[in-house]
Each structure stands twice: as C-alpha cells, then as structure tokens.
C-alpha cells in the first residue's frame, strides 16, 4: 500500500509537471491541427506548395524573423512597441543607401547598405535597452516613445512620408531578399523562397544562444528574478540591454526582406506589427512578465496565427473582420492559458 500511494504521488507529480507546464504548447498545437483540418475541407489549394510556401511560410518567416528577437525581450521580462517603427525606419534607409551608393556598382552599394540598415536596427534597439536598463524607465514608456520618434524619423528622411525607390539599376538585385528562390528539389515546382532561408538563419543563431550559451541562461534569470540575479553577479543591465538591441537587429533584417518585395519603402509602413509579433510570441506560451518561454513556443503561436490568417484571406473574409477573429483566437488562448497555469497552481 505504501508503494502504491508512493509511486501515485510520483506519477501525479510528473502528470501534473507536464500537463501545466506545456498545455499551452499543445493546445496551440490542437488548433493548428483543427484550423489545417478545416482549411483542406473547405479549400482544395490550401495544401498545395504554392500556398503553403510561398503565401503561407513566407509572409510568416518575414514577421518570424522579428518575433525571435522578441522572444528574447520577453523572456528577460520586457518587451517591445516600436519594432514596427523600427523596422519603417530600416527599410527607409536602405533604399536611401542604395539611392546614394548605387553610381559605385551592385558589390559596393548592396553589401554597405545591408550594413547600414543592420547597423541602423542596432542603433535603434540600442537607444531603447539604454533607456530602460541603465536609466531605468519602464518599458512600456520608453517603447511606446520611441514607437512614435522612430516614425517621426521616418516622415523626416522620407520627406514627409514620400514613397521612396531603389534604383532602376539595383532593382534586379534587391527584389532577390524576397522574390529570390532557392531550388533544393531540383524542381521548378518545389523551391524555397529566400526569406524563408533568412527566418531559419535567424531562428537558429537565437535558439543557440537561448539554449546553449551563458547569456541565455542569464535571460531567464534576469526575467525570471532581476533582483535575485544581480545579486549572484550577473549584469542584468547588459542582458536586458543586449535583448533589445538584437530585437533592433532583426527589425533590419525583416525591412530588407520587406522593402525587397516592391522595392519601395514608406514611413508609414508596418504600422500594427507590433501588436502581431507580441501576439505570436504570447500565443506561443512566452508571458509578458518573463522568466520563461521559448523560440519553439513562438514558433508554434506565429504558425497558429498565420494558418488563421491564410485561412481567412483564402475565405475572402474582409480585414477588419480577420482583426476580430485573430484577436478573439488570441484571448482565448492566452485565457485557456491563464486559467489552468492558475489551476495548476492550486492544486501543487
């Protein structure tokens, strides 16, 4: 009797460890599986390659890209309102770069205006983890500030807010970031998109240092406990610094991907970005207060919110009906979430 009791409170302990800590991953997972279920029902294409790939996977990899470097934000318990900014101002002096540099050739204008926006993403995130770590004002201020000078920055370098071009002569080259296609099969009717390449790059350097390195360990502490991790000695200052300038960095290379596929950009770009990648990363299972979380999580919301996407735009639902439908899907989960993770808590 001893040993039943025994081995059912150690059973339990582990039922209870894995149901709570990983019921919002599998539930996003459900509704990924029933929303794919619906769309091959109802639409004939929707599993084709053309779908899945080029409309699907790569408008997704695009807002990917962004929402790994929030994750990082989140985990170290921040986050970030002028990614969207952010990103209008990249891609705004990119094709300033290029309209500058584009009298000296495709090799020097092309790879000095990919450093200049990177540099510009760096900068820009930089501005912010200065400002919230080492001058201590709250993230939400200082992001929501900087969401609205980024923007002004914009209207400034774009005149206003004047559609600006990349020149005729370098046109051919920058449409390949997100027109170019890579063909893996060899088979014109199975290659990959290039921005799909660049969100798995991006997706994997993140997922090493989040899971293989001191400084991702030193995320989760700082956002876990800031207190108690700058009292074992980590610089919780430069961590959460470090977070919002790698978030800056993938705004830059989201805005060449962006900017590639008209090969024009506007300050008024991308507005609302924010507000999707935060969405994809909490619907993932990341919390806003930090401490936890994970790049597979993410993964799993931004594909759960993309899927619905697709699905209605498929369905030629209008779009301030598919904002109703993505926000609801959003709450609930985040709710379903909530409430069990509360559960979970009673019940230990």
Request: with cysteine.
């Amino acid at each position: 009797m001893v040993e039943m009791n025994s081995s059912f409170r150690i059973h339990g302990s582990v039922f209870r460890n894995i149901s709570f800590q990983q019921i919002q991953t599998a539930s996003v997972f459900v509704l990924i599986i029933v929303f794919c279920a619906i769309s091959a029902v109802q639409i004939p294409t929707f599993f084709t390659w053309k779908n899945l790939v080029f409309n699907l996977l790569t408008n997704a990899a695009c807002l990917g890209i962004i929402a790994c470097g929030m994750t990082l934000v989140m985990i170290s318990g921040g986050f970030d309102l002028s990614v969207g900014s952010t990103t209008a101002v990249c891609s705004v002096v990119a094709i300033l770069l290029l309209q500058g540099l584009a009298r000296h050739g495709i090799w020097i204008a092309i790879p000095l205006a990919l450093t200049g926006t990177a540099l510009t993403g760096i900068l820009l995130g930089a501005v912010n983890g200065a400002l919230i770590s080492y001058v201590g004002v709250n993230p939400f201020v200082v992001t929501l500030s900087t969401m609205l000078v980024f923007r002004g920055l914009a209207l400034i370098l774009t005149y206003g807010g004047l559609s600006i071009e990349v020149p005729l002569s370098l046109r051919g080259t920058s449409r390949l970031l997100y027109w170019g296609q890579v063909d893996l099969f060899r088979s014109e009717m199975h290659r990959i998109p290039v921005p799909i390449f660049f969100f798995v790059g991006v997706f994997i350097v993140c997922f090493y240092l989040l899971r293989f390195t001191r400084f991702g360990r030193y995320v989760y502490a700082v956002g876990g406990n800031e207190t108690a991790s700058w009292l074992a000695g980590v610089n919780t200052s430069f961590v959460k610094a470090a977070t919002y300038t790698l978030c800056g960095l993938t705004c830059a290379i989201s805005a060449l991907i962006y900017s590639a596929q008209s090969n024009t950009a506007q300050a008024a770009s991308y507005q609302g970005l924010e507000m999707k990648t935060i969405a994809s990363v909490i619907v993932g299972g990341t919390p806003l207060g930090g401490g936890s979380g994970s790049l597979l999580r993410t993964l799993n919301g931004l594909l759960l919110l993309s899927v619905i996407e697709n699905l209605l735009t498929q369905f030629g639902v209008p779009e301030e009906y598919r904002n109703i439908m993505s926000g609801a899907v959003i709450l609930i989960v985040v709710t379903i979430d909530l409430l069990v993770s509360r559960t979970g808590r009673e019940r230990i």
